[in-house]
């Protein structure tokens, strides 16, 4: 299982928009990006338990530190971090969560 990443609206009801694979953890945290180009995406790197809240500014800092560490991910991961920032770019999405297992 990977990190689900929700939306809740005024309401409160909660609405999964998309994972963040496993596979592709491992790749930004323990394979190939280094530690300095993180940024915000070190608040997931702790992959168990965690529950992450993201303002509009903060994902986009996501979105662009998704972007930045692409060409240090291999080729295959490279649909997901476009489908990922697609999602992410939606504007109505002013406040997300990122939660793990």
Do not use: C
């Not at 940024?39 to 994902?59: A, P």
């Not at 291999?74 to 999602?87: A, G, H, M, N, R």
Request: hydrophobic share 35%; net charge negative; glycine share 4%.
């Amino acid at each position: 299982m990977g990190l689900d990443i929700y939306y809740y609206d005024k309401d409160n009801k909660e609405y999964f928009l998309a994972e963040i694979s496993k596979k592709l953890h491992n790749q930004i945290f323990y394979k190939n990006v280094s530690s300095e180009e993180w940024g915000i995406l070190s608040k997931i790197k702790h992959y168990y338990g965690i529950e992450v809240n993201l303002n509009r500014d903060q994902i986009i800092e996501f979105i662009e530190r998704l972007e930045a560490i692409k060409s240090n991910i291999p080729d295959e991961f490279t649909i997901e971090i476009d489908e990922l920032k697609s999602v992410l770019n939606n504007k109505e999405y002013r406040n997300l969560t990122i939660a793990g297992d």
